[in-house]
């Protein structure tokens, strides 16, 4: 009964091909076992064989050599009974096999998810920084169109300005050519008043010297406003023509190419025959410091600068003037 308890498969383990190979050795074993017990039908044969030898008196010849029995072939139950028992270790083993394949799948169904999700989680990420580098892009275009229209609107500003002081000048000189108009009108009406009246010559007198003085005085005023006008107005055509001048040197002399969005303002002292004094400098720098070198440097390659005739030194003693590589790069 030990040897039948001891083919029972465990519950919790599974069978594997090895196993199997134990189990139906051990059944067979058992089988066999139980054939050769005492009672059976060979061992009493071979027991009443010795115990009655043959009455023959003559010689016998030479026992033949008793062959080995050959192992007992199992019972149908016992064939049953291991096929039952091979069935249980295949179906077990099957079964083994379906839960690891199911493992399997499912891990690799979790690495997919993981990758997936990995995957959406880097795609959100670089659609955020690509969003976020786009908006500060359009800002800094945003500011950079607002300093535009500052800079516009106060270039606007400063000749609207400048046209309102002209306009205010040119009525102030005409209300005081109209005072003297009337002050004129007034002294010779006096005068003549004064002329009819022989008591009055002296008065009269003094009134013509007056106005006359008074006439005088206006039109040495308003030539002298004139003049000074006349002046200005030639300094600043001057002073254009000689920046003008400059800029066409700088341009010839300029052999390079930057970004036409550069700009810089170069300021330089010149002597009275045009010679820059000294080392030109930049007083309001592109943010590019090979451009304004490159800038300087086409400034001292371009001097000397002679000035036009009939500009006085003090006005072109110090220039300051702006470049740009657009203009600089198209000469």
């Known amino acids: 009964m030990e040897a039948e308890a001891s083919l029972a498969p ?101 690495a997919a998810q993981a990758a997936k999700e990995k995957a959406a989680a880097l795609a959100r990420a670089e659609a955020k920084q690509s969003a976020m580098a786009a908006k500060q892009q359009a800002a800094a275009e945003q500011a950079k169109a607002e300093h535009a229209a500052q800079q516009k609107a106060a270039r606007q500003a400063a000749a609207e300005k400048a046209a309102e002081a002209k306009a205010a000048a040119a009525k102030a000189a005409e209300v005081k050519a109209a005072a003297e108009t009337a002050r004129a009108a007034a002294l010779k009406k006096q005068m003549a008043e004064q002329t009819a ?94 451009f304004d070198q490159a800038v300087i440097a086409a400034v001292q390659a371009a001097a000397p600068f002679a000035p036009p005739i009939g500009l006085s030194y003090d006005l072109y003693k110090e220039v300051n003037l702006k470049f740009n590589a657009e203009e600089l790069n198209h000469g």
């Open 10 to 110: 465990d519950p919790g383990h599974h069978p594997q091909r090895g196993d199997f190979d134990r189990l139906v050795l051990e059944f067979s074993r058992l089988c066999a076992h139980r054939e050769q017990r005492p009672g059976a039908g060979g061992t009493d044969q071979r027991l009443r064989s010795k115990s009655h030898p043959c009455p023959c008196p003559c010689p016998c010849t030479a026992p033949k050599a008793i062959q080995k029995p050959s192992p007992p072939r199992p019972s149908a139950a016992q064939q049953a009974a291991a096929a039952e028992a091979k069935a249980t270790a295949r179906k077990a083993e099957e079964k083994a096999h379906q839960e690891a394949a199911a493992r399997a799948a499912e891990e690799k169904a979790a």
């Open 197 to 290: 009246k022989a008591e009055e010559a002296a008065r009269a007198k003094a009134l013509q010297r007056q106005l006359s003085e008074a006439k005088a005085k206006a039109q040495a005023e308003a030539n002298l406003a004139a003049a000074r006008a006349q002046q200005a107005a030639e300094n600043q055509r001057l002073i254009g023509l000689f920046a003008q001048k400059i800029r066409t040197q700088v341009y010839n002399a300029w052999n390079t190419n930057f970004s036409a969005a550069l700009s810089c303002t170069v300021q330089m002292e010149l002597n009275p025959q045009g010679q820059i004094i000294g080392q030109p400098r930049i007083i309001r720098s592109s943010g590019n410091p090979r």
